[in-house]
């Protein structure tokens, strides 16, 4: 599976979802395994596979414990963008933890949007819909005027969709009216109108 995926990446993303219904200590193991090698593309491996253990799977998450430490320091440390864009996707899909929203909430600014679209994609995941954490709202808030169009389209419905802020940024929403994106545009136009969100 791991020379498949180097050599046909998304093409063989059914073998990475097929191990989401078996979260077995010998899976998670393999996965630690994998996300501690040398081989950035082991790393992202790895984290492809965790990220596929969902909490319903996961007795107690019982088996997620003992992984969030690992893949929180990856989140922050890996100097590989595309480990840390994984690291980052598999927090805002396994994990509910304030150190694991610490670690999201660092990497804002990264230089790659790669990178800056899971932290948009993750962090009205790792927040409370009801009362969100006011520095996810900031993130966000700033992400929806990142340069790269899905980072802001991301941001965008993460604060209105996910998190219901609708109304709290109307302005913002008004302001990306004028969006270069056109799915951006139709996107606030239907939130404003009352369409969706």
């Known amino acids: 599976m791991l020379e498949d995926l180097r050599r046909h990446d998304d093409d063989r993303l059914g073998a990475l979802l097929a191990l989401h219904e078996r979260p077995t200590q010998q899976v998670v193991d393999r996965c630690i395994a994998l996300c501690s090698s040398e081989d950035s593309h082991e790393r992202v491996v790895g984290l492809r596979i965790l990220r596929e253990l969902g909490h319903p799977y996961v007795d107690g998450d019982g088996l997620w414990a003992p992984i969030e430490p690992l893949v929180v320091q990856l989140a922050l440390s890996d100097d590989v963008a595309e480990v840390v864009r994984w690291a980052i996707s598999c927090l805002g899909c396994q994990a509910e933890s ?75 929403l008004r302001a990306h009216l004028a969006d270069p994106d056109e799915q951006i545009r139709t996107y606030c136009q239907g939130v404003l109108d009352g369409d969706w969100s």
């Open 98 to 172: 304030p150190t694991a929203l610490a670690a999201v909430l660092r990497r804002v600014d990264h230089d790659d949007g790669g990178v800056r679209f899971a932290v948009a994609a993750a962090l009205p995941h790792l927040t409370s819909s009801g009362e969100p954490d006011g520095h996810v709202v900031q993130a966000l808030l700033a992400l929806a005027d990142d340069e790269a169009a899905d980072v802001r389209s991301y941001a965008i419905m993460g604060l209105a969709g996910d998190l219901g802020l609708a109304g709290s940024i109307e302005p913002q």
